[in-house]
């Protein structure tokens, strides 16, 4: 039965007053939420959408997780709405929303936004997730390459998220696929107070260090190093195959805004992750 192994880290950065990335580690789920920058109430946006993906997927432990996610995303884009009604300063609060799943047999990826999830195997780092962001519409349509992205100005302007707005249903649409994931893989999650800070070529050696917290660490470290301009939230997580496993709803590592329910739009409404 495949599930995931590993550790997380979060740090409020070297500018920012306040943490708005949230994180959520378990054996059957992981994520990542990255308040938008800019938005207000970032932190509310990052924490209601890891609350809410994380128990719904422990309330679902049997099902399909491709389900699951799209059905939890779908809750998270309605608490917010309902946040925003109950405070209206809360107007515009957005997330990024980077989480994978597994039912023990398979590992489903669901993501929207410009926080990231990469795969290791064999040393080899591959990024699994695709950035929802203007630059990488430029990238893809041809018309920069991938290195001006690091120094574009509008490199951070974010297309799609999870948001109370009024916008289209594309904007709030996540892309959710089945990853070709094997015992022995490693997987990383992250913000982009990481990957904004440090370049692709720097993460694999410092992801290959054996001890997923210890790597955890050390991508934080390295962000900080250069420069720590924004919240920074990295999960290290390695894909194991236990047979004798015992699926069980277990609790899961809170890291980032998540970590205070204050932050969470009604958390009474769904079961603590």
Do not use: K
Request: aromatic residues 2%; glycine residues 10%.
């Amino acid at each position: 039965m495949l599930r995931f192994v590993g550790a997380g880290a979060s740090h409020v950065g070297l500018v920012r007053d306040h943490n708005e990335d949230a994180a959520y580690s378990s054996p059957y789920l992981a994520l990542v939420a990255d308040g938008v920058g800019g938005a207000a109430a970032g932190e509310v946006a990052s924490a209601t959408a890891a609350w809410v993906v994380a128990a719904t997927a422990r309330s679902h432990p049997d099902d399909d997780p491709a389900v699951v996610l799209g059905e939890a995303i779908r809750t998270v884009v309605l608490d917010l709405h309902r946040g925003v009604a109950a405070d209206p300063d809360r107007t515009g609060m957005a997330t990024t929303l980077t989480a994978v799943a597994t039912d023990g047999h398979r590992v489903v990826l669901a993501h929207i936004g410009d926080s990231r999830a990469y795969l290791m195997r064999g040393g080899q780092l591959l990024r699994v997730s695709h950035d929802h962001t203007f630059v990488q519409a430029l990238v893809d349509a041809g018309d920069i390459s991938a290195e001006a992205v690091r120094t574009h100005p509008m490199r951070n302007v974010v297309m799609r998220s999870l948001h109370a707005g009024s916008g289209t249903e594309a904007e709030v649409q996540p892309d959710i696929a089945v990853l070709d994931a094997q015992p022995g893989d490693r997987l990383l999650l992250c913000s982009d107070g990481l990957t904004d800070m440090v370049e692709d070529a720097a993460l694999a050696p410092l992801l290959g260090t054996a001890d997923p917290a210890a790597a955890a660490d050390a991508l934080v470290r390295a962000a900080l190093d250069g420069g720590g301009r924004d919240n920074v939230t990295v999960l290290v997580l390695d894909v194991v195959d236990d047979p004798d496993a015992v699926r069980l709803s277990a609790d899961g590592e809170l890291h980032g805004a998540i970590r205070d329910p204050r932050n969470v739009v009604d958390p009474g409404e769904h079961q603590h992750p």
